[in-house]
């Protein structure tokens, strides 16, 4: 059936049932997945939530996308957005890595990586010669990881461990599972989050050693250049307005310095 036809008939199908035409004719929904990653994600009574999620949906309301949020473990949540099956995933940092998958927009929220210490380690991050005969503990695959590779390189006597989340993380910190010398490179926000949420005690920070920004990832398998330009539009004009800060009070984490798109 010739495209023009099938639009009529389409069109003449939805009057006939009072179907509302904007709605139903509107583009076919946008799929988003993220993991759960309080403060800045995570599933609430069934559906995702978050200082992101809020972000996102008032983008996506401005562009008249319909877009759906699934939270899942980042490790599937990954794997389905490299293998081009969704149309975007966050909460991602803007790197090389990432932009082999991913158009990376401009960043939403601001964030920082910190190492933590046992409670009483007199320990305090300097330089990173002062990790010697350290244990540290990150989560990945993530671009905490990076952080850490980035963070040990050329220095010896380093060991590092990964961990399949943050909360094992924090907690073998707490045990004394990376033995007395141990620390924990975890983002800030986080790790605050978790020892409140997991009541951890006996952890303290030991020095701030990057900060940087979090944003989405849209697929470059679905999503074309001038949909990703479109979408970046929106989101910096939702910065230049101050609404992405008003929608990130509640939740407590600081917005981004607005960019050009």
Partial sequence: ???????????????????????????????????????????????????????LQAVC???????????????????????????????????????VYFHVSQPVIAARYTLFSRAGDDFRFKDKQGLQGRTLGAYGPSATVLALDELVADVAGVQTVIETDNRTVLRKLAAGRYGPKGLALVNESVALTLMRDEKLDGLQTAGSIKDFDYAFGLSRQRVNEADFKAFNEALAQLCRSGRTAELLRPFAVPASACRKP
């Fill in 61 to 99: 309301e401005e562009l008249r996308w319909n877009c759906l949020v699934e939270v899942l473990p980042w490790r599937r949540a990954l794997g389905l957005a490299q293998a081009g099956r969704v149309d975007g995933i966050f909460t991602v940092v803007d790197t090389p890595e990432r932009r």
């Fill in 1 to 55: 059936m010739p495209k023009q036809v099938a639009s009529l008939a389409l069109f003449l199908w939805l009057l006939a049932l009072g179907l509302p035409l904007d709605s139903a004719m509107a583009e076919p929904a946008r799929s988003f997945v993220t993991e759960p990653f309080p403060p800045y994600t995570y599933a609430e009574r069934g559906k995702a939530a978050g200082p992101m999620v809020a972000v």
